[in-house]
Each structure stands twice: as C-alpha cells, then as structure tokens.
C-alpha cells in the first residue's frame, strides 16, 4: 500500500477528447503532487498542492490542462481537447510536512488515439 | 535549478553478482536525494533517500547509496542481486526548500540466472 490511490489505471481516448484522472490519497499528508512519465524517461513535475492550494506549475503544464484539489483531499487533473504527445502514464505523489519524501501512486496510463 | 544524470541506461546482470548503478546531480544548494524503483506497469516506489548525516544510507533488500558531496553523486550498488531484483531504478534530486523531484532518465537492470 502507497498510501495514495489513482483512478483509472488505463484510459484510452480519441484525440481531441477530454479526459479527467483522480487522485486519492489515502495516508496522512499536507502536500500532493502530480508527475508525467513518458516511455524511457523519468518522471517529470507538473504541479503541486499545500492543502486546496496550488503552489507551483511547471511550464509544461499547457492551458488545456489544469489540476484541482477541492477541500485538500482528493485531486483531480483533467487534459481538454487531449493530442498524440499527452499519451504518458500520470502519476500522483503525497509527502508528509517537512520532509520531502514522495510516495508515489500506481499512476494512469493515458493513450490518446 | 538541479538536474540529474544517470549515467547507464542499461545494466544486464548475472544473479548473484554486484551491480552499480550511477548517478550525478547537479545543484548550486543543498539537495536531498532518492533512489526510486518502478516494476513493470507500476508506480515508483522509494528504495533509499539522503536527507542529512551519514552520506551512506542503506535499504532493507540489500541496497545501499553513497552522497559524495564533492563529486556530486549519489551511485546505488547491491553485492548480488536477485531475480526479483529486475525493475527500472530512478535517481531523484529535491533542492531544500523546494518540493519538487527532479528525476534521472532511469536505468533498466536485467538480473539473468
């Protein structure tokens, strides 16, 4: 058990479809992240929560994508008129306070047709 | 802003054999530092971290990492490897003060008997 939950695991769709993942974590935290993971590469940030506040956007989140977090619980990232190059596996990450050790969910494979 | 190199995108291995597994960083701060790894079609899960104290840090399977302030690296080994032991392994680099993980592009180890 990671501690945090993601839902689907896989998610196929055709381009230009819009698609929504959610993140539940499930230990006791105060920061939420969300990564993307290409084939052969590593995870790369796309953002972050402190509590219902989102704190930092790497630039690699475009405006058809934005991340929620409602009441500082679950998280959703929802990607609009979805391409080609948005076919990753998104991950979602929880630390605990002070210390900056990432636990990672099982992630959710997107693959846009 | 920090970046990290693995410098082996492949490492075949016999079991029971050693292994190393290197990694570099770059930082002009202070950095905490993980080893991740990630099976077939799963999240990442954290192996080993260097937060502070001893620059040698060891796992409960066996594996143990080195911080080398001097030449910046963070090189992963294990003595003899296992069958089980075949997985992805990602060096990862967070800066103090700064939430977000910058990963390495990853090295596939391939444990043979």
């Known amino acids: 058990d990671t501690g945090v939950s993601q839902d689907p695991r896989h998610k196929i769709t055709k381009r230009g479809q819009n698609v929504t993942f959610r993140c539940d974590p499930i230990?006791?935290?105060?920061?939420l992240y969300w990564y993307r993971q290409t084939l052969g590469q590593g995870p790369e940030f796309l953002t972050y929560?402190?509590?219902?506040?989102?704190?930092?956007k790497s630039r690699l989140l475009s405006d058809r994508f934005s991340a929620e977090r409602p009441k500082g619980s679950f998280s959703t990232l929802e990607i609009q008129r979805t391409e080609q190059g948005d076919s990753a596996m998104y991950l979602c990450?929880?630390?605990?306070?002070?210390?900056?050790?990432?636990?990672f969910g099982a992630g959710t494979r997107l693959s846009v047709l | 802003a920090q970046s990290v190199t693995q410098l082996d995108s492949q490492v075949p291995v016999f079991e029971e054999a050693p292994v190393e597994l290197r990694c570099n960083y770059s930082?002009?701060?202070?950095?905490?530092l993980f080893w991740y790894v990630q099976y077939p079609n799963q999240g990442l899960q954290l192996l080993l971290k260097?937060?502070?104290?001893?620059?040698l840090v060891e796992s409960i399977n066996g594996f143990e990492a080195e911080f080398n302030k001097s030449q910046t690296s963070f090189h992963l080994r294990k003595p003899s490897v296992h069958i089980s032991d075949t997985a992805e392994y990602f060096c990862?680099?967070?800066?103090?003060?700064?939430?977000?993980?910058?990963f390495g592009a990853g090295t596939t180890v391939t444990v043979r008997a």
């Open positions: 230990s006791e935290h105060n920061r």
């Open positions: 990862a680099v967070s800066e103090l003060r700064d939430y977000k993980l910058s």
């Open positions: 930082s002009s701060v202070s950095v905490y």
């Open positions: 929560f402190q509590n219902e506040a989102q704190l930092e």
């Open positions: 990450a929880i630390s605990l306070f002070d210390r900056n050790i990432q636990y």
């Open positions: 260097y937060l502070s104290g001893s620059t």
